[in-house]
């Protein structure tokens, strides 16, 4: 099993809509959990952060964590073309941050 | 937060060559990561640069073929030795806050091996 896992394919939302996207991680001493925005041919930015279970709102966005069942998950709303980007999810353990595949949304106008 | 300079920002590179990578940091850091991402794919962490010891490899990564420079904490070199064109690539380079709440990246460097 990886480390971090995105497994949904590319996401198309029309523009105003909700953007969900979801990540599951395999170790159960990790500690922080990220959101990464990356625009093709950027490096990654953070947007989102989370340390305990629940959620996390920050403006469009919201982050829910799992701990028991392992998952972190990122919601858009009101999505809008400038979230048209890879979102990339990383766990932090061992020292380092792993990070999933990515998730690529496209919103629609 | 952390200001990270990385260069070059691209280079095209012939075959059997090689390339240093540098990334300078405003801040003294700890560790320093250095990733690659292939086109299409998310981060592979090649390895950790630390201070005053020998980088820390990832399984696949090896120091002949990617050996590391760390000679104080606000710099790092990576070098991609006798290069080859799967090692074309954006190779990015990353620093984390004391806390591991926040992950900086450098601009990165696309690399491309004709």
């Known amino acids: 099993q990886k480390e971090v896992e995105q497994n949904s394919g590319p996401l198309s939302v029309p523009e105003g809509a909700i953007a969900s996207l979801n990540c599951t991680y395999s170790d159960r001493v990790s500690q922080s959990f990220f959101w990464y925005r990356q625009y093709s041919g950027k490096s990654p930015e953070l947007i989102m952060s989370i340390y305990s279970n629940g959620d996390k709102e920050d403006g469009r966005f919201t982050a829910q964590l799992n701990k028991a069942s392992q998952y972190v998950s990122l919601l858009i709303r009101d999505s809008q073309p400038s979230d048209s980007a890879t979102y990339l999810c990383?766990?932090?353990?061992?020292?380092?941050?792993?990070f999933g595949k990515g998730n690529q949304v496209v919103v629609i106008p | 937060s952390a200001v990270i300079s990385q260069k070059p920002s691209r280079d095209i590179c012939q075959r059997g060559t090689s390339l240093t990578i540098q990334c300078q940091v405003d801040?003294?850091?700890?560790?320093m990561f250095w990733y690659r991402q292939q086109p299409g794919q998310s981060l592979t962490l090649i390895a950790t640069a630390n201070q005053g010891s020998e980088a820390t490899y990832e399984s696949g990564f090896v120091i002949d073929k990617f050996p590391i420079s760390r000679p104080n904490l606000t710099f790092s070199t990576l070098t991609v030795s006798n290069m080859s064109p799967e090692d074309s690539s954006i190779y990015l380079c990353?620093?984390?806050?004391?806390?591991?709440?926040?992950?900086?990246f450098g601009q990165g460097t696309r690399l491309t091996v004709v």
């Open positions: 990383a766990v932090s353990g061992n020292n380092r941050l792993a």
């Open positions: 801040s003294q850091v700890t560790m």
């Open positions: 990353s620093v984390v806050s004391q806390e591991y709440t926040e992950a900086f």
